[in-house]
């Protein structure tokens, strides 16, 4: 009978230590907006953005390098507005290699906003961008976003994330 008591007790602190999936994106999906910084390391390039969002749209202006200081992406519903000093158009799809540097922050938040996606253990969030996977890790006590990869040729952190 001790020994029955024993293996229970071993089954039941196993279980219990095992990580559960739990939804890191609730809090960033159920928020009215936020803002933070983002550092993006794409091949061998770096970026520096600031990130805002609100109800309606989702914001991106770069700051680093400097020649792209200043420029903007906004996406509200299915339209991008993109702009450099004053001159500013619309489309629908954004050019190749501005989709593969800003393009994956658009679909981190289309994703959470749909639900779409696979909350992992450790506060790790997967979705489909293209035919990649990209991976968001999360900081499951503050539930911010922290960084997020895709393949080896894309990689951003957030910084200073704060919710609104």
């Known amino acids: 009978m001790k020994k029955l008591a024993s293996v229970v007790l071993m089954l039941l602190l196993l279980c219990g230590c095992r ?24 091949l061998d390039k770096q970026y520096a953005f600031t990130v805002e969002k609100d109800p309606e749209t989702v914001r991106i202006v770069l700051e680093t390098p400097q020649p792209l200081n200043g420029f903007t992406v906004s996406l509200t519903k299915d339209t991008y507005t993109v702009g450099f000093h004053d001159v500013s158009f619309r489309t629908e799809t954004l050019p190749d290699h501005m989709g593969k540097i800003i393009g994956p922050v658009f679909a981190l938040c289309d994703a959470i906003a749909k639900q779409e996606g696979e909350h992992l253990p450790d506060g790790v969030f997967t979705y489909q961008t293209g035919e990649m996977t990209a991976i968001c ?28």
């Not at 890191?24 to 803002?35: D, I, L, P, Q, Y």
């Not at 911010?144 to 952190?157: A, N, Q």
């Open 19 to 42: 990580q559960q999936k739990t939804d890191v994106t609730k809090e960033m999906r159920e928020a009215n907006g936020f803002s933070a910084h983002a550092m993006v390391h794409y």
């Open 137 to 164: 890790r999360f900081d499951r006590e503050a539930g911010v976003p922290i960084s997020l990869s895709i393949g080896d040729e894309f990689s951003l952190e957030f910084t200073d994330f704060t919710y609104t």
